[in-house]
Structure formats: structure tokens, C-alpha cells
């Protein structure tokens, strides 16, 4: 199963600069990059729309919030099932 890339908007302002200050094919530029040129052109477009914040995120606090107690949940998880297996291992050495 795949995962979406996910890209920062520091990186992609730096994509669309370098598309804008360069003579360079976009899909040459996006393939040095190593992402897809169709993505890279998207960039740009957000970036040229007037009165718009470029790449402002979809996500809200509450999303952000709830991402992390699930992480969080899932180490705790981990740290609990490790300790049972922990405290059976040793309940049968001390037999």
C-alpha cells in the first residue's frame, strides 16, 4: 500500500521559484526533483492565483490533534504489548 508524499509549503515555493527563474522545461525541473510534472504545474498555478495564499494546508487544529493522540495511541500499544510478552517470558524462566 502507498502513501501520499506529503510536501511542505517551504519546498514547494522553492519547486515554483525554480520553475520561474529557469529557462529549464517544468518537467525537466520536476524530474529532478523526482516528482511528477503534473503536480509541479498545479504548484505553479496555486502560486500565480492572485489574492490566494499559496499552499495554505487542509488540515485543521482539531485534525492535527487527533492524528497525534492516534500516534501516541499506538506507541502506548507497542510499550504495553512488550511488557506482557516482557512478564511472560520471564514468568517462565523463574519456573
Known sequence: MSHRRRYSPEYKQEA?????QS???VS??????GINDN???RWVKQASEPGKSA???HGNPR???VARLQRELRQVKKERDFLREAATFFAKESK
Do not use: S
Open 16 to 20: 515554483v521559484r525554480l520553475v520561474q
Open 39 to 41: 503536480m509541479l504545474r
Open 28 to 33: 525537466e525541473i520536476a524530474r529532478n526533483l
Open 63 to 65: 485534525d492535527e490533534e
Open 55 to 57: 499552499f495554505p494546508g
Open 23 to 25: 529557462d529549464t522545461p
